[in-house]
């Protein structure tokens, strides 16, 4: 079993930032592919980033050079700095992980192990 807790979510307005992390625990190796997705009301979960099996970084297009995803192996722990928030950005951000030998495209990823959640609000 693997637990996920994520945090740094909150209430920003339009341009600012915020740094979510999230601490995992249990069965996970830092080799384990790990994503950062998210869903808004009324809208279908995307994948805002996640992190390939051999430590590349992927996006989602409409990131656009705004968020960086970031892993630390020592601590298990995923990051998400997003920078030049937008209302379209708020939602609930949610990480997922799974473990690198059943893949690590987000769909993969997406069948794995799953947090709570911390919500994103960014005001005009």
């Known amino acids: 079993q693997v637990q996920l807790l994520e945090s740094g979510g909150g209430s920003v307005q339009t341009g600012g930032s915020l740094r979510l992390s999230c601490a995992a625990s249990g069965q996970i190796s830092s080799s384990d592919c790990m994503a950062w997705f998210r869903q808004a009301p009324g809208k279908e979960r995307e994948r805002v980033a996640h992190?390939?099996?051999?430590?590349?970084?992927y996006y989602g297009d409409f990131v656009k050079g705004r968020f960086t995803i970031s892993k630390d192996n020592d601590n298990n722990s995923l990051y998400l700095q997003m920078n030049s928030l937008k209302p379209e950005d708020a939602a609930m951000y949610y990480c997922a992980a799974r473990s690198m030998v059943l893949g690590c495209s987000p769909d993969a990823i997406a069948d794995g192990y799953w947090g709570q959640g911390t919500q994103v609000t960014v005001s005009s």
């Open positions: 992190i390939g099996d051999e430590g590349r970084s």
